[in-house]
RNA sequence: GGGCGCGUAGUUCAGUUGGCUAGAACGCACGGAUCACACCCGUGAGGUCACAGGUUCGAGUCCUGUCGCGCCCACCA
C-alpha cells in the first residue's frame, strides 16, 4: 500500500477506465486459457450467438451470468476456459440476406443468382456484419478466450460437422425417406417439429356437402356426405371420405363413392379408427399429400397422393382451374365462393383452432410431401437417465421434467434443409447409385444433394468441435487435442430454456455419442427477459433498449449489476431501464467509499499508524463482513445470482458505509477499511469487473484483481455475539435518537443533547459518546443508568438486546434546551408505540395462555415466548408513564 | 387435453426445515447543500400474504380445492 494517493474525481465515469482495462486485459492475455496448465480446469462454452446477430438485453444477461462465473472461478484457482463463437444460423442468415439483396434489387429469388454467386453474397455479408456482436460483448467486460473463438462453418468445424454425418449414416442412423414434413412455403424449405410453432386462430369450420353416387355412378339429388373442414381449398386434393368402423350412421355408406364437388371426380367412402365420431358430422375428408393425419391413412388405405398446394405456397395444376397459380389463401377464399354458389356450402361456423407457424418466417406451415434426410437419435435412454440422476445438474431443477418428457417422446428430427447457406450433405448420387463420405467419389457423373443441414446439426457438437475433436470415419476413434483433454467436460452451460430441445438435448446426445461423456455438469437456464407489463422483448415492438446505449449511460458495471439484482433464478425478467439507475448508483457509491479511504489515508500520512486495537465498529464491521463472504460465496455456488448482489448491494451500502464508515469519521482504522475494502472488490469483481480493477489499482492492489484469491470468511479476534448485540444497540439509540429529531422537527444544524438511559452496558455506551455525538449531531449526551425522562422531554423506549436480566426497558431523551417542543407530536408518537407494544403483548399473552402452546411448542419457542412478555410488559410501563406525565 | 411455473406494500422481488412485530430495493411523502457520495443523507407512510377449506399449540410457509396470469407439450378434421 505504498502508492501515494492520487485525486480521485467525485464521480465515478466509468468510460474513463472499462476501455483502458479491457484492452489491458486482452494484451496481458488474462483470458487465454492454457491447456497445459496444472491448475484444475473449468470450463464453459458460449451459446453462439447467430453470426449477423446484435446484442440484445438477452445476451446481455446470458453473457453475465458466464462472465461471472468464469471471473470467480479465476479467482479461485481454476484455469478457466470460456469459449465464445458464432453460429451461422442457416435460415435466419440466408432469410436475413435474401431480403436485403431483394431491397437491393439484386434479385427477385436466389435463384435468379444461383447457389453459388448466392453465397458469395452471404459470405460477403457475414465478414461485413458478422461478429458485430462480439465486439460488443467485450464492451460488456466479457473474459472469453478470444484467440480460440469459433464459427459453425470454420473449415475444422465443417469437417466435424460432416465426419459426424458421415459416420451415422454408416451407423444406420441417418436415412432418407419421402415424408410428410412441416414445410415453409416463404423459406421453401422443410423444417424440425421443433421450428413450428403451434398458435391459437380464429379460422372457420365449413361444412360442405359431397353427393353419394349411386350404382350407376350418378348423384343423387338428395343424399350428401357432410365433412367439416378448417381447410377448403386442400378438398381439391380429396381422395376419400373417412368414418369411424363403429359408426352406425354412416355402416352402409362405407365403399360407397362420392363425388368430389368442383373436381367431379369419385372418391371412396372409407373407415377408418383415427376418425371421432363425436367431432363434427363424424365424416372427414381424407387429403393424403396435404394434412398428417389424411397421410397415414392413406397409407393404410393405399390411396394416391395429389399435390395440390406446391412448395411456393400457390395452387399446383392439380388443382384444377381456375385455382392453380392461386395462393393458398386466395384459393381458399375461391373454392368457398364456388361452393357456396353450388349451393354444397352446408354451413360456416367460427371456429378457434391451433395452427403450426413457421418460427422463422411467421407464416404458416404447409404440411408438405417430399424427400428428406432423417436422423434417429443416438443415445436417448442415456441421456435422459443422466440428466434425470443428476449427474447432469439443471438449474432450476423443474426443467428436468420438461426435457426427459420431450426425449420419452423424441420422434426422428429432419435434418435436411432446402437452403444454400449451411454444410451441403456429403451424399452423392448418380443414378440409383448413392454415396455417403467426406470427399465427391471418384469417377464421372456424381451430383451432390443439394440441401444443407438443419443448423442446429452443427451446433449440437459445440462442446467438443471447438476444442480440436476429429473423427476418423475409417477407423471410428475420435482424435482428441489437449484442448479437449483438459477442458472436455465443460462444468458449466448457460442458455434460455427456450433451447433446451434445440440444443440442450441435442448436445448431450452428441456428447455421449462422440465424446464417451456428458459434455456438461451444470446447466443454468437464465429467465426470458421482457419488458414492464411481461411482453417478450422484440425488434418489431420497439420495446428492446438497446443494451450499447445502457452502456454508455450506465457503464457496463452499472448496467450488469442492476440486471443481476432483478434476477431470480429461474423466472422471467422484468426489464426497465431505472433498473440500471440502481446499479450505477452502486457504483458511484463504491467509488465514493474507496474515495474516503483514499482522503483519510492522505489525512493521516504516513505517521498516523492504525489502532493496533479493533474497536467494537471495527469487530463488528469485519464479522458481517464475513457473513457477506459467506452469503455472496454460497449464493454463487448455488447460482443464485441477484441474492449474492443482493447481499453485496446490503453489506457495502448498509453496513459499511452507512455504519462503518460513518464511525471512521470518529476514530478511523485505515488497515480495517482496507481490508473490508479489498474484500468488497474482491467479492464484487464478477459482478462490476471494470470498477473493481479500477479501484484495485487504485488502492494500491498488487498485480490484477483477476487472479487475487477470493476471500473467506476469517477468525476475528475479540469477536463475540457481546460486541454484536453491543453495537447493534448503539446503532438502535442512534436511528431513535434521529427519529425524535426527525419528529420534533429539530433543524438539522440544531445541535441537541440527549439523555440515554443505559442498563448493563454503560461502559460501553460511555466509550461511543464521541460516535453518538457525531451521528446525532449532538452537542451532547450523557449515559445515566439511573435517568428518568421528566416530562415533556421527546423520548424512545427501546427494549434492549443487551444481555444481563431481562429488565431492560432502555430509553433516549432528547434534550432540545431552549427550542420548543411539540407535546402533541410526542404525544401521538408515544402512543403510537404504545398500541404497538400492547398489541404485542396481547399476542404474546394469548400464545402463553394456550395451555397447548406451553406444553406441545419446543421448549425454546416457549422461553422465548416468555422473555419477550417481560420484555414487553416493562415496555409497556414505561411508555405509558411517560404518556401520563403527558396528559 | 396433459405438464410446469407464478399470484406477498404503488412496482419488482426476498421470506430457509412451520415459531420474535411479514422484510428489501425502487417509487412516494417530509426534512436536509453536514467536511466520501444529491448517482447523496435522515425520517416516515404503505400489506385482510389471490380466495375457500384442512392439518397443527401455531400457516405467507404444509395439504386439498377454486379463481386469475404466464409458459411448454399434444395430428381431433
Redesign the pocket.
Known amino acids: 500500500m505504498s502508492t501515494a494517493p492520487t485525486e480521485i474525481p ?4 466509468p468510460k474513463l477506465v472499462e476501455e483502458k482495462w479491457y484492452a489491458d486485459w486482452l494484451a496481458k492475455g488474462h483470458f487465454t486459457a492454457n491447456a497445459a496448465s496444472t491448475k484444475p480446469a473449468y470450463s464453459i462454452v458460449q451459446p453462439p450467438p447467430n453470426v449477423t446477430g446484435v446484442l440484445t438485453m438477452g445476451h446481455v444477461l446470458n453473457n453475465s451470468i458466464q462472465d461471472i462465473l468464469a471471473r470467480r472461478k479465476r479467482m479461485q484457482g481454476y484455469e478457466v476456459l470460456w469459449l465464445p463463437g458464432t453460429d451461422h444460423a442457416g435460415i435466419a442468415t440466408q432469410t436475413v440476406v435474401e431480403k436485403a439483396l431483394r431491397k437491393q434489387g439484386v434479385m427477385k429469388h436466389r435463384d435468379d443468382l444461383g447457389r453459388e454467386k448466392f453465397l458469395e453474397n452471404v459470405w460477403e455479408w457475414k465478414e461485413k456484419h458478422g461478429g458485430i456482436i462480439n465486439q460488443q460483448l467485450k464492451k460488456l467486460g466479457c473474459s472469453c478466450d478470444w484467440t480460440r473463438e469459433r464459427f459453425t462453418m470454420d473449415e475444422a468445424y465443417s469437417r466435424c460437422v460432416l465426419q459426424v454425418f458421415v459416420d451415422l449414416y454408416q451407423k444406420g442412423l441417418i436415412y432418407r425417406g419421402k415424408r410428410m414434413v412441416n414445410w415453409c412455403p416463404v423459406s421453401r424449405t422443410a423444417l424440425s ?2 421450428e ?3 398458435r ?1 386462430v380464429a379460422g372457420s ?1 365449413w361444412h360442405i356437402r359431397y353427393p353419394v353416387l349411386d350404382a350407376k355412378g350418378q348423384p343423387h339429388p338428395k343424399d350428401f356426405m357432410v ?5 377448403p381449398e386442400t378438398m381439391l386434393g380429396d381422395e376419400a371420405v ?1 368414418v ?1 368402423p363403429s359408426d352406425a350412421r354412416y355402416q352402409k355408406l362405407i365403399g360407397k363413392k362420392l363425388l368430389l364437388p368442383l373436381k367431379n371426380k369419385q372418391i371412396p367412402v372409407i373407415a377408418d379408427e ?12 381424407v387429403t393424403p399429400a396435404h ?3 389424411d397421410y ?1 391413412m392413406a397409407l393404410r388405405h393405399n390411396l394416391p397422393f395429389t399435390v395440390v398446394i406446391g412448395p411456393d405456397g400457390k395452387m399446383t395444376e392439380e388443382a384444377g382451374e381456375p385455382f392453380t397459380g392461386l395462393d393458398r389463401m386466395e384459393a381458399r377464399e375461391a373454392v368457398v365462393k364456388e361452393l357456396t354458389e353450388d349451393g354444397l356450402l352446408l354451413k360456416t361456423e367460427p ?1 378457434e ?3 403450426g407457424y413457421s418460427e422463422r418466417t411467421d407464416v404458416p406451415i404447409e404440411p408438405y410431401l417430399s424427400e428428406q434426410w432423417f436422423l434417429k437419435y443416438p443415445q436417448v435412454p442415456h441421456s435422459t437417465e443422466t440428466v434425470e440422476n443428476g449427474e447432469i445438474k439443471f438449474y ?1 431443477e ?2 428436468t ?2 426435457y426427459t ?2 426425449l420419452r ?1 423424441i ?1 426422428d428430427w429432419c435434418i435436411s434443409r432446402q437452403l444454400w447457406w449451411g454444410h451441403q450433405i456429403p451424399v452423392w448420387y448418380r443414378g440409383d447409385e448413392i454415396y455417403c463420405g467426406l470427399e465427391a467419389p471418384k469417377g464421372e457423373g456424381w451430383q451432390q444433394d443439394p440441401d444443407v443441414l438443419d443448423t442446429w446439426f452443427s451446433s449440437w457438437l459445440w462442446p467438443f468441435a471447438t476444442m480440436g475433436w476429429s473423427l476418423d470415419v475409417a477407423r471410428d476413434r475420435p482424435e482428441k487435442s489437449d484442448v479437449l483433454k483438459k477442458f472436455y467436460p465443460t462444468t458449466d452451460l448457460v442458455t434460455g ?2 433451447i ?2 434445440f440444443w440442450v438435448a441435442r448436445m448431450i446426445m452428441a456428447g455421449y455419442e462422440y465424446m464417451g461423456e456428458k459434455p456438461f455438469g451444470n446447466v443454468y437456464f437464465t429467465g ?1 427477459i421482457r419488458d ?3 411482453r ?1 422483448m422484440s425488434k418489431s415492438l420497439g420495446n428492446s433498449p438497446d443494451p450499447l446505449d445502457l452502456i454508455a449511460k450506465y457503464g457496463a458495471d ?1 448496467l450488469r449489476f442492476g440486471l443481476m ?2 434476477a ?7 426489464f ?1 431501464e ?2 440500471c ?2 446499479g ?10 474507496a ?2 479511504i483514499q ?1 483519510q489515508k492522505a489525512n493521516r500520512g504516513s505517521a498516523g499508524a492504525s489502532p493496533s486495537q479493533h474497536n467494537a465498529h471495527d469487530l463488528k464491521v469485519q464479522f458481517e463482513m464475513n457473513q457477506a463472504i459467506a452469503a455472496v460465496s454460497q449464493a454463487l455456488d448455488e447460482y443464485k445470482f ?2 449474492a448482489a ?1 447481499e453485496l ?2 453489506f457495502v ?2 453496513d ?3 455504519w462503518y ?2 464511525a471512521s ?1 470518529v476514530s478511523p482504522n485505515i488497515e480495517v477499511l482496507d481490508e473490508v475494502l479489498g474484500n468488497i472488490l474482491r467479492l464484487l469483481h464478477p459482478f462490476a469487473p471494470f470498477i473493481t480493477e479500477e479501484l484495485w489499482a487504485g488502492t494500491g492492489g498488487a498485480g490484477t484483481i483477476q487472479l487475487v484469491p477470493w476471500p473467506t470468511p476469517r477468525e476475528i479476534e475479540g469477536m463475540t455475539d457481546k460486541v454484536v448485540s453491543q453495537v447493534n444497540d448503539l446503532y438502535d439509540f ?2 431513535a435518537g ?2 425524535l ?3 420534533q ?1 429539530i ?3 440544531a445541535k441537541v443533547a440527549f439523555i440515554i438511559k443505559a442498563v448493563s452496558n454503560e461502559e460501553f455506551l460511555r466509550s461511543e459518546i464521541a460516535f453518538l455525538k457525531r451521528l446525532l ?1 449532538a452537542e451532547d449526551v450523557k449515559i445515566d443508568h439511573n435517568y428518568e425522562p421528566p416530562p415533556g422531554k421527546p423520548t424512545v423506549v427501546i ?1 434492549s438486546e443487551i444481555g444481563g436480566p431481562v429488565s431492560s426497558a432502555t430509553s433516549i431523551t432528547m434534550d432540545v434546551g431552549d427550542l420548543v417542543v411539540n407535546i402533541d407530536t410526542e404525544r401521538q408518537r408515544l402512543a ?1 408505540q404504545l398500541a ?2 400492547e ?2 403483548l396481547a ?2 399473552d394469548a ?1 402463553l395462555a ?1 395451555e ?2 406451553v ?4 421448549p425454546v ?1 416457549v422461553q ?2 416468555r422473555d ?1 412478555q417481560q420484555q ?1 410488559r416493562e415496555q409497556r410501563e414505561k411508555i405509558q408513564t411517560l404518556l401520563r406525565a403527558l396528559q
Open positions: 467525485k464521480a465515478y465515469d417439429d421443433e413450428v410453432i403451434m391459437t369450420l365433412v367439416a373442414t378448417t381447410r373417412a369411424n383415427a376418425v371421432d365420431p363425436k367431432f363434427g358430422t363424424g365424416c372427414v375428408k394434412d398428417v393425419a397415414e371456429y383452432h391451433n395452427v432450476p423443474r426443467w421434467k420438461t418428457h420431450w417422446g420422434r430454456p427456450d433446451i430441445f426470458i414492464t407489463i411481461g417478450k452499472g439484482l432483478i431470480p433464478q429461474g423466472q422471467d425478467i422484468l426497465d431505472k433498473r439507475e440502481v450505477r448508483n452502486f457504483m458511484n457509491k463504491l467509488w465514493n467509499a474515495r474516503f482522503m441477484n441474492e443482493k448491494y446490503d451500502w448498509g459499511f458505509c452507512d464508515i460513518e469519521k442512534v436511528t434521529r427519529q429529531r426527525s419528529d422537527r433543524d438539522p444544524k449531531n427494549a403510537k404497538d407494544t398489541k404485542q399476542a404474546t400464545k394456550n397447548n402452546f406444553s406441545k411448542a419446543a419457542a422465548r415466548e419477550k414487553l
